[in-house]
């Protein structure tokens, strides 16, 4: 688990490069103006935003949790764990009880049997009762071992499950940190972009024919012919 959380930290740090290394060159001659400038600004912002928000979360699970005895019944991010543990209590605690505290209460009982069965062999003179004795001094030792390890065993996966916890919550903040990310990103690039030429175009993408038609009307009015009308003089010979 500890694997998968550097993982995510080198990916989020390889994005954060990308965007903050790569970022002003491809704007290079493309911003022009302080309101360009600003959005692309901006932009670089918000997704270094969501590059350090995945980062910081994530870290939290490299950073070991403090697991105590009581951390089994008190955290709330072990509701899981103790609902399988109250399942089969019996794989996980044994024949000592069904919680932490039976855990502890028989731990102390027989510690304190082997202490007293110790003592007494030390005053006891008849080696019958020496050997007796004896068997139960290893008996309540060995029950003490055996209690311990159970006690390990679950201090171990409580604390495996509370770093399970951990890296699930860094994953939600991971995907949440990508898409602030991919927001700056969105607002660099429309920053950055080159501007859509504007002007209407003709249907089909074809330049408009020029007839003579047009031509003729869109030409200016030609000015009137003054009409002479001629006069034929007939000279009528005499």
Do not use: C
């Amino acid at each position: 688990m500890r694997a998968t959380a550097k993982w995510i930290l080198a990916a989020s740090a390889a994005v954060g490069a990308a965007l903050l290394g790569g970022g002003p060159l491809t704007a290079a001659g493309k911003v022009h103006g302080f309101a360009d400038a600003a959005l692309a600004y901006t932009g670089l912002v918000i997704g270094l935003l969501g590059v350090g928000w995945a980062i910081w979360h994530t870290a939290d699970a490299l950073i070991p949790p403090l697991t105590l005895p009581s951390s089994l019944d008190q955290e709330p991010q072990l509701k899981g764990l103790r609902e399988r543990i109250a399942r089969e209590p019996g794989a996980f605690y044994g024949p000592y009880g069904t919680s932490v505290a039976d855990l502890r209460t028989a731990l102390a009982f027989h510690r304190t049997v082997a202490a007293n069965l110790a003592a007494a062999l030390a005053t006891e003179q008849d080696p019958a009762r020496r050997e007796v004795i004896s068997a139960k001094i290893e008996q309540a030792r060995t029950a003490v071992e055996m209690i311990q390890q159970r006690s390990r065993g679950v201090m171990e996966l409580t604390h495996a499950w509370h770093v399970r916890a951990q890296l699930r919550r860094a994953r939600f903040h991971t995907m949440l940190g990508a898409a602030v990310t991919a927001l700056g990103a969105v607002v660099f690039l429309a920053a950055t972009g080159d501007a859509p030429a504007h002007g209407p175009k003709p249907a089909g993408g074809a330049a408009p024919l020029v007839t003579r038609a047009h031509l003729a009307s869109n030409a200016p009015a030609s000015k009137p012919v003054r009409a002479v009308s001629a006069v034929q003089v007939s000279v009528s010979h005499r």
